[in-house]
């Protein structure tokens, strides 16, 4: 079976983008990390460089424990965000992946600190533990799996 998932560049640029880096055109001003994206110009940019963008569907990049996330409401605009987790288990109750408020999904897999698998459900993409009810541990993962026809 040849795999049908097209992938729209703003969501290959999302994928590709190196966020929180320094941003070329404001190189001496405070807050230039990049953490924009125009999904419309798949350029991404920091905040000084929004006024040209104003106009456009633009998409925040925020960060959790030194990841890449994105707030779920917003990806779920985009793209079906089902199968991807978005919270953990903690002291026997489900807790969210959250950044001011908001429930966030990691943008790439994180790297995996202990081989421990204790749910016998993992990542479909990069073998990462899950809960049950999810088959993807971030965006990036959901991507490759759908690439892969693994939905």
Known sequence: MSSCFEM????????????????????????????????DCCFGFCPHCIPPHRSHRLLQIRRYVYHDVVRVEDLEKLIDMS????????????????????KVAFLKQRPQSRSFRASGNDCR????????????????CKVIGMRNEIV
């Open 8 to 39: 729209p560049s703003w969501l290959e640029k999302l994928m590709s983008e190196k966020f929180f880096s320094p941003c070329a055109s404001h190189e001496g001003i405070k807050k230039n990390e990049k953490n924009i994206l125009c999904l």
């Open 83 to 102: 199968l991807v987790q978005v919270n953990f288990k903690e002291n026997n109750h489900f807790e969210s992946y959250t950044t001011n408020s908001a």
């Open 125 to 140: 993409s990069c073998g990462r533990p899950l809960q049950d009810s999810f088959l993807y541990c971030s965006l990036s």
